[in-house]
């Protein structure tokens, strides 16, 4: 608080020797002096009557009503600070939660480009192996085998490897029954 604000306050800025003049004035009219029961009256009810005049009172509820206003800008300052805040974090939730969102999808997209290679590297790898068993059952027609080493209900999970030597058994196995059948004759 001001000094000028207590000085106002308290009633102080009122020029005091008027004051003074006005009480000494009414004491020689009444010739009274220090010590007689009226002049303590006197000077009392001039102190009463100071205390709670008007002006002063006004001055203390306007001084009361600024500072309400104050305390009242000051919480409504910090009200809208929080509120700002607030809204910061939320804003940041949302883009957080936004980033997180295409991230996520960035990586179901990549899935699905990676899952979609992985089928058509398997539909190749079927197609060649089903040309390997066309070329195979070629050559067993040509060679005149007439056994149908391929049937449909095998498992297609069979490895290229083990597919090769069973069609190379197979074809052995050919060779060797037309040389017998030969020497039988």
């Known amino acids: 608080m001001k000094i000028d604000d207590i000085k106002r306050l308290a009633g102080l800025d009122e020029n005091l020797s008027t004051v003074n003049t006005d009480t000494r004035a009414k004491e020689k009219a009444s010739n009274i002096g220090p010590g007689d029961p009226s002049w303590y009256s006197t000077w009392s009810d001039k102190i009463k009557n100071y205390s709670s005049d008007s002006e002063v009172n006004n001055d203390k509820e306007e001084y009361k009503d600024q500072q309400e206003k104050k305390r009242e800008a000051e919480r409504e300052r910090r009200l809208a600070t929080v509120a700002k805040n607030r809204e910061a974090e939320v804003q940041q ?93």
């Open 93 to 185: 939730a949302e883009e957080e939660k936004a980033a997180k969102r295409r991230e996520e999808e960035a990586e179901k997209k990549q899935e699905r480009e990676e899952t979609a290679a992985e089928v058509e590297r398997e539909k190749e790898e079927a197609k060649r192996k089903e040309e390997e068993i066309e070329k195979a059952k070629q050559d067993a027609e040509e060679s005149g085998v007439e056994e149908d080493f391929y049937s449909e209900e095998e498992d297609d999970s069979i490895e290229e490897e083990e597919l090769l030597r069973y069609f190379q058994a197979k074809h052995n196995e050919v060779i060797e029954a037309r040389n017998a059948n030969k020497r039988s004759i």
